[in-house]
């Protein structure tokens, strides 16, 4: 049976990996738990992770300098979401997506265009708004070289080349490349 390792250093269990093989041990032969030290955290316990100046994720090959983000960056491997709206529930691995989605309640809009003026909540939407004013076209389709402003009217574009209709109308059978499509057919043909 295998048991559940943790390192009193990296703060961490380790439970796919049997105690022995998580663990070292530093050589002294009366050593007890407290000085066992998991193999990521290596001879400097007080760095956390650190090789070289950077910490490792522990379930892939991502690495960075700052602790703060390889512990966000590993709740995507173990799905925790720690961060709860209290307006509406909804959970967040990361409190600034907490902070970002809050916009959506209190209806703030920090970023805006200086050309239209329009504000938006999210900087990436302000980016993209911008692409109207300049004409600038990054996303080109490899089969028919149609130009796209926004990378997720490409990726759809694209679709339509494979063949790929992923999203079905439950009403009436009727299939689509994105979500917003089957949104609008919804409330075109069904409401």
Same mark, same amino acid.
């Given at each position: 049976?295998?048991?559940?390792?943790?390192?009193?250093?990296?703060?961490?269990?380790?439970?796919?990996?049997?105690?022995?093989?998580?663990?070292?041990?530093?050589?002294?032969?009366?050593?007890?738990?407290?000085?066992? $030290?998991?193999? %990521?955290?290596?001879?400097?316990?007080?760095?956390?992770?650190?090789?070289?100046?950077?910490?490792?994720?522990?379930?892939?090959?991502?690495?960075?300098?700052?602790?703060?983000?390889?512990?966000?960056?590993?709740? =995507?491997?173990?799905?925790? #979401?720690?961060?709860?709206?209290? %307006?509406?529930?909804?959970?967040?691995?990361?409190?600034?997506? %907490?902070?970002?989605?809050?916009? =959506? *309640?209190?209806?703030? $809009?920090?970023?805006?265009?200086?050309?239209?003026?329009?504000?938006?909540?999210?900087?990436?939407? %302000?980016?993209?708004? #911008?692409?109207? &004013?300049?004409?600038?076209?990054?996303?080109?389709?490899?089969?028919?070289?149609?130009?796209?402003?926004?990378?997720?009217?490409?990726?759809?574009?694209?679709?339509? &080349?494979?063949?790929?209709?992923?999203?079905?109308?439950?009403?009436?059978? #009727?299939?689509?490349?994105? =979500?917003?499509?089957?949104?609008? *057919?919804?409330? #075109?043909?069904?409401?």
């Amino acid at each position: 049976m295998q048991e559940m390792a943790h390192c009193c250093f990296a703060e961490r269990v380790l439970p796919t990996v049997p105690v022995e093989a998580a663990f070292r041990d530093d050589g002294d032969s009366e050593s007890d738990s407290s000085s066992l $030290k998991c193999e %990521l955290v290596g001879s400097q316990p007080t760095t956390r992770q650190r090789y070289e100046g950077t910490y490792h994720c522990e379930f892939c090959p991502y690495f960075t300098r700052h602790l703060r983000r390889v512990i966000e960056h590993e709740r =995507t491997h173990t799905g925790e #979401k720690p961060f709860r709206c209290s %307006l509406c529930g909804r959970p967040f691995a990361e409190a600034s997506h %907490l902070r970002v989605h809050m916009r =959506t *309640h209190t209806g703030e $809009k920090p970023f805006s265009c200086e050309v239209c003026h329009k504000a938006f909540a999210r900087p990436y939407v %302000l980016m993209n708004h #911008k692409r109207v &004013h300049t004409g600038e076209k990054p996303y080109q389709c490899g089969t028919c070289k149609k130009e796209f402003t926004r990378r997720y009217g490409w990726l759809h574009h694209e679709r339509t &080349h494979r063949g790929e209709w992923p999203y079905k109308c439950e009403a009436c059978g #009727k299939t689509f490349n994105c =979500t917003v499509n089957l949104s609008m *057919h919804r409330k #075109k043909k069904h409401e």
